[in-house]
């Protein structure tokens, strides 16, 4: 078994992680284009989209919580990519209480809810792609 460094993830962690944040970005993303800007309506806009997007948030928490314990504990002691680390964290908190108002609360903050979860989705992505980027060239 191969040793890793502190906070470092195992490979199959670190692909799942990336894997399922880009599939729930990038069908968040594919989904406000065609719902809100019409770009490409019909397909980027269809409801199968959006479950793509629903499933891939649900397998991005998972992912998270299999982070949590070691790599964002070893991350906070260490001081390393420690912006982007909590923006992320921030980002993904308000993105999940976003997502449950989408669904369970009361149509007058419907709107709001989902102008700050598209906004702030953005924010997480670009601060997501800085994280790993600035990962690999640290390497």
């Given at each position: 078994m191969r040793k890793h460094g502190l906070g470092k993830m195992p490979s199959w962690q670190r692909?799942?992680?990336?894997?399922?944040?880009?599939?729930?970005s990038l069908s968040g993303i594919a989904f406000l284009l065609g719902h809100e800007f019409h770009i490409s309506r019909s397909i980027l806009g269809d409801h199968l989209v959006l479950t793509l997007h629903g499933v891939g948030s649900a397998f991005t928490l998972m992912a998270f919580g299999t982070i949590l314990p070691f790599h964002i504990k070893a991350g906070l002691k260490s001081q390393k990519n420690l912006i982007s680390g909590i923006t992320q964290l921030a980002c993904l908190s308000i993105l999940v209480i976003t997502a449950l108002l989408l669904y369970y609360g009361p149509e007058e903050i419907h709107e709001g809810s989902e102008l700050t979860h598209w906004i702030i989705g953005l924010v997480f992505f670009t601060f997501f792609l800085f994280h790993i980027v600035n990962r690999t060239l640290r390497k």
């Open positions: 692909w799942f992680t990336i894997f399922t944040l880009s599939i729930c």
